[in-house]
């Protein structure tokens, strides 16, 4: 998601206290973003936007090597062992236009999405969840 496309009316240090708990944020820089430390997300230097970090499925997670570059296009993630089959689509509320979102079977999160954060379900793209499939699994999408 371009970070041109992210804003908002309310300023960061209103935000942040709303924002889940996450050990790797940082407080608001002079440019009206979140400091993020994580060594897992690769973001701009002018920090994260507090709406990008409100929808972070990503926040708070442990220790990990795993980097996930949140300034580029998306790529489909990688199949993963929990997720499922499609189970419904769901209205993206912050899309332009009618556009919906696919929502996946989870068995370790219930339900889950690709990309888009959507209220009520985990976002795949990214998991520290995610276990490759193994040879007894059925094909993911």
């Known amino acids: 998601m371009p970070w041109s496309i992210i804003s908002g009316s309310v300023s960061c240090a209103e935000t942040l206290p709303t924002l889940p708990e996450c050990r790797w944020r940082g407080p608001c820089n002079k440019h009206g973003n979140v400091e993020c430390n994580s060594l897992k997300i690769l973001k701009p230097e002018t920090g994260v936007p507090p709406e990008l970090c409100k929808r972070c499925s990503l926040a708070n997670h442990p220790v990990g090597n795993h980097t996930v570059a949140l300034t580029t296009a998306p790529t489909r993630p990688a199949a993963c062992r929990f997720r499922g089959s499609a189970i419904a689509l769901e209205v993206c509320p912050t899309c332009n236009g009618h556009v919906q979102v696919k929502v996946f079977a989870c068995s370790v999160f ?31 999408p």
């Not at 793209?125 to 193994?134: H, I, L, T, Y």
């Open 110 to 140: 219930h339900s889950c999405t690709l990309f888009k954060p959507l209220d009520g379900h985990h976002v795949c793209d990214g998991c520290f969840e995610r276990q490759s499939p193994g040879p007894s699994d059925s094909p993911q």
